[in-house]
């Protein structure tokens, strides 16, 4: 089952320039993960953010939580090529599934 | 090196023929997870372990078995295989679950003819 919807579903952008996916979703939170996916291979975990965390940063990426607003944002600076895969935000049920959304596909251009 | 190792990465089989998907990890992680991804449908959870001979059905169980004798495997059993059942499988774990982040494998794509 799908959490929710992230916006937007595909982003295109040049090497150097920022990158913001938006994740929602419907059921209270623990906590909040960002993953990556390059084509068919395994998702990396690039993120979590605790329910009463509103900000995170790690490297170039930084983390946003709204509880208010059931949202999250996902904010990658200076891209870079490598950065080119979908990323999946996920919320943890209390059986430890993770719902993901539908991810982003984004694509960074040389 | 931390990793969650799945097992073979490609298969072809037909329809009937028994399979396992292995998966193991080298973290102690308690929990570990099975996933199937399809286009449109997204990441789905079959299986799940909390902990060594606890297990549980996810979201897709049906045609699966798992078995969680030792913390560091749980492999992935399909009986008899069909044709619906091809997909792009992961395994995943994570130290105690929900409060943690998880670690995926690198997939195994099954093709079931």
Known sequence: SQQGEEDPQALSIQEGENATMNCSYKTSINNLQWYRQNSGRGLVHLILIRSNEREKHSGRLRVTLDTSKKSSSLLITASRAADTASYFCATPSNTGKLIFGQGTTLQVKP | ?113
């Open chain 2, 1 to 113: 090196e931390a990793q969650v190792t799945q097992n073979p990465r490609y298969l072809i089989t037909v329809t009937g023929k028994k399979l396992t998907v292995t998966c193991s990890q080298n973290m102690n992680h308690e929990y570990m997870s099975w996933y199937r991804q399809d286009p449109g449908l997204g990441l789905r959870q079959i299986y799940y372990s909390m902990n060594v001979e606890v297990t549980d059905k996810g979201d897709v169980p049906e045609g699966y078995k798992v078995s969680r004798k030792e913390k560091r495997n749980f492999p992935l059993i399909l009986e008899s295989p069909s044709p619906n059942q091809t997909s792009l499988y992961f395994c995943a774990s994570s130290l105690k679950g929900e409060g943690y982040g998880y670690t995926f494998g690198s997939g195994t794509r099954l093709t079931v003819v």
